[in-house]
């Protein structure tokens, strides 16, 4: 079974470019995140889609970050315009559902973005 | 707001040493998981502790649940250098309707020393 896959795996920008990054999430995989994990410290989730529905974006910064998930399968995290501090490793994961049932997350390889 | 807190953040082990990586967490949940992180590398699922008093164990690693003290253990027996990592818990919380998140805490470093 395919893995979480994301892209760039790597991205350098100057501050105030913009940015995109691409997620696959596993197939029959009906929730997908956002995870911002900074140097040091654990993921913090940025956004969570049921099917292509947000159900959770209440830690994303909405003046300069989206998400979106068309299709309820990829998913496309965009930052415009990037600030020092979005330098970070940003990660999607995904689970079968999550409701009810337990939630098991399946992380993909990340992108570290770094922000010059 | 939830606070997943483990400690220590940073363990240097000998190689055949028993420890123990804490994890506390503040407000009700009966789901936990645990997840390992190598350097540069994504996050891999290592136990999923879903009631009070779950135990599991996988090779030299064991996590147990007590939802009435809110505590999570992993316990490290006899380790050695491939054990070497971050090591995270994750603590899922209801969010609303028919959902759940997940919390990390920050981490603990392991280094294992021969």
């Known amino acids: 079974e395919a893995g979480v896959a994301q892209s760039p795996r790597y991205k350098i920008i100057e501050k105030r470019q913009s940015v995109a990054f691409w997620c696959n999430p596993i197939s029959g995989h009906a929730t997908l995140y956002w995870y911002q994990q900074i140097l040091g410290q654990g993921p913090k989730l940025l956004i969570q889609f049921q099917n292509n529905g947000v159900v959770d974006d209440s830690q994303l910064p909405k003046d300069r970050f989206s998400a979106e998930r068309l299709k309820g399968v990829d998913s496309t995290l965009k930052i415009q315009p990037a600030k020092l501090e979005d330098s970070a490793v940003y990660l999607c994961a995904s689970s079968v559902t999550g409701h009810s049932s337990y939630n098991e997350q399946f992380f993909g390889p990340g992108t570290r973005l770094t922000v010059l | 707001e939830l606070k997943v807190e483990q400690n220590p953040l940073f363990l240097s082990m000998q190689e055949g040493k028993n420890y123990t990586i804490y994890c506390n967490y503040s407000t009700t949940s009966d789901r936990l998981y645990w997840y390992r992180q190598d350097p540069g590398k994504s996050l891999e699922s290592l136990f999923v502790?879903?009631?009070?008093?779950a135990v599991k164990q996988e090779g030299r690693l064991m996590a147990s649940l007590d939802t009435k003290a809110r505590l999570s253990t992993l316990h490290i027996t006899a380790a050695v250098h491939d054990l070497s990592a971050t090591y995270f818990c994750?603590?899922?919380?209801?969010?609303?309707?028919?959902?759940?998140?997940?919390?990390f805490g920050k981490g603990t470093l392991l280094t294992v020393n021969p």
């Open positions: 502790l879903l009631s009070n008093g």
């Open positions: 994750a603590v899922d919380i209801w969010s609303g309707g028919s959902n759940y998140k997940l919390t």
